[in-house]
């Protein structure tokens, strides 16, 4: 591929200031259903902040308020430049995964010879060397998920809202991309809001976990993990925090969706 | 295989029937009669075939060229939509003996009318299912180019168009068949060459065989074109043949 060789200077995952991420008492309604509620919730810079509620808790509402897709109807959102990644993985069906990663770039105007440029010498560091010329049909889904992790990450952007990235994996395949994700965030560090349903991959990734209560979505619990990294299921103080945050959701009432 | 003994199945019992006496053979040829004409005449019908085909080359690149045109700026401008997209619709209800005598008053009796008939009743199926696919790309994709920075334009280029672009193909597929149609129609209505023009003159002299057989280029013609366009989707638009793997 003559674009990997006519990359002499592989131009870094552009790295973007730190900033944060700030809801003050954030309401947001659609129609007669108020999807979250009186809801604060501050993300320091370089901080990574899971939030964990059942089914509906307006998780990806949440999402959207902090990446402007949404307004507040009440409160104040605050944030640094956001992408972010959605449940579904969403990447072009007739292009690339070498084209597909590096979209954002084009967005910005690079020509697809600086697109590719930037994009190919990360493919090896995050697992998809060789995969290059793959069209997502042919890329399983723990495979998707990480091209569309690396566009995420090539939008530039200091603050990164995960969807429930890993949701449509079987086990066996997320508890791999939830390691090959935490490598992923020590090489590149970011101000990550990682919104899931899975308590464990919340622990396993996060410094703080945030437990949300049934619709109308209001902060219930918050859990410092201390854990060292890298994190295990099995390590003692990753079981302690998982079953604190699984006690907070049961407190709400509903169960972890 | 199946297509063949098919076909086979079809032109024996068309033969039986013919023999049979089922029709007098000035209104139905048998396939033998008409196979003998397509020899015998062969000079003819290619140096014919050549007029049509190049008018219908010409009408689908110029219906292709309006279709799409139309699609995207309808699909951008949405007045325009509401406006003139019941007028699409009506051009459809214009019977073509209507107009192409107007087209060849305007246009004379050359190449242009038939180009402008062919692209008439072509640009139609082009532009409905480019327009349907350019307002069908999955939202949520256009929500995520919204967060990273897209807009309007690099939503078009980099979503919209090229989901929309099999569906212009498929347009295309369906407007070969109308074009070839389109064209015998355009060449009655006024011309002094062509498949159309031949079937036009053979009918009255008694030659039908030699219609039928024009009818059996044509035909032919039709399919390849199909064809053509078939393995331009497949070489050109290669990820809508790869099945998707959950």
């Known amino acids: 591929m003559e674009t990997q060789t006519a990359s002499p200077v592989a131009t870094p995952p552009t790295d973007p200031p730190a900033a944060g991420a700030r809801l003050e008492d954030v309401t947001r309604r659609y129609g007669a259903v108020t999807a979250v509620e009186h809801l604060s919730l501050a993300v320091a810079p370089g901080e990574v902040v899971a939030v964990v509620g059942p089914s509906g808790c307006g998780k990806s509402t949440l999402l959207q308020l902090v990446c402007r897709l949404e307004a507040p109807d009440a409160g104040r959102v605050e944030a640094g430049p956001a992408a972010l ?56 889904g723990g495979m998707r998920q990480r091209v569309a992790f690396l566009r995420t ?26 390691a090959w994700l935490a490598g992923a965030l020590a090489r590149e560090p970011r101000t990550v809001l990682l919104v899931t349903h899975d308590v464990e991959e919340a622990v396993v990734l996060a410094d703080r976990v945030v437990v949300l209560s049934p619709r109308p979505g209001r902060v219930v619990a918050e859990i410092r993990v201390d854990a060292p990294r890298p994190r295990r299921a099995t390590d003692a103080a990753v079981v302690a925090c998982r079953a604190e945050a699984l006690a907070a959701l049961g407190r709400t009432g509903g169960a972890p969706a | 295989m ?76 949405r007045p325009l939509r509401r406006a003139t997209y019941p007028l699409l619709i009506a051009s459809q209800a214009i019977p073509i003996v209507i107009v192409a005598p107007l087209l060849v008053v305007w246009l004379g009796f050359g190449m242009a009318p038939k180009v402008a008939i062919i692209a008439l009743v072509c640009f139609f199926p082009v532009a409905v299912t480019t327009l349907d696919a350019l307002g069908r790309v999955d939202p949520d994709t256009l929500r995520l180019l919204r967060t990273l920075d897209a807009g309007r334009w690099s939503a078009f280029r980099f979503a919209e168009a090229p989901a929309a672009l099999p569906a212009a193909l498929s347009g295309a597929k369906i407007a070969v068949a109308v074009a070839v149609i389109g064209a015998v129609f355009a060449e009655y209505a006024g011309s002094s060459e062509g498949l159309g023009h031949l079937i036009l003159q053979a009918i009255p002299q008694l030659e039908t065989a030699r219609a039928w057989a024009a009818v059996v280029v044509l035909a032919a013609f039709a399919v390849a074109l199909f064809y053509a366009l078939d393995l331009m989707q497949r070489h050109l638009l290669p990820w809508t043949r790869t099945e998707r793997t959950p």
Not at chain 1, 153 to 178: H, I, T, W
Not at chain 2, 43 to 48: I, Q, R, S, T, V
Request: proline share 6%.
């Open chain 1, 85 to 140: 990644m959605p449940q579904r993985d969403l990447l072009l069906p007739w292009a690339t995964a070498l084209d597909n990663a590096p979209l954002p770039l084009r967005l910005h105007g690079a020509s697809r010879r600086e697109a590719r440029a930037a994009a190919a010498p990360l493919f090896e560091t995050f697992g998809l060397g060789g995969f290059e010329r793959a069209r997502p049909a042919q890329l399983s």
């Open chain 1, 153 to 178: 990450l090539l939008a530039g952007k200091p603050v990164l809202c995960l969807d429930e990235p890993f949701a449509a994996l079987d086990a066996l395949a997320r508890s791999d991309m939830q």
């Open chain 2, 2 to 77: 199946i297509a063949a003994l098919l076909v086979l199945a079809l032109l024996g019992a068309w033969q039986l029937y013919a023999d049979a006496g089922g029709v007098d053979d000035l209104i139905l040829p048998s396939p033998t009669q008409i196979a003998t004409a397509l020899v015998d005449d062969r000079g003819l019908l290619w140096d014919n075939f050549l007029v049509t085909a190049s008018e219908v080359a010409l009408g689908i690149v110029a219906a292709l060229l309006v279709g799409l045109g139309c699609a995207v700026a309808l699909h951008l401008w």
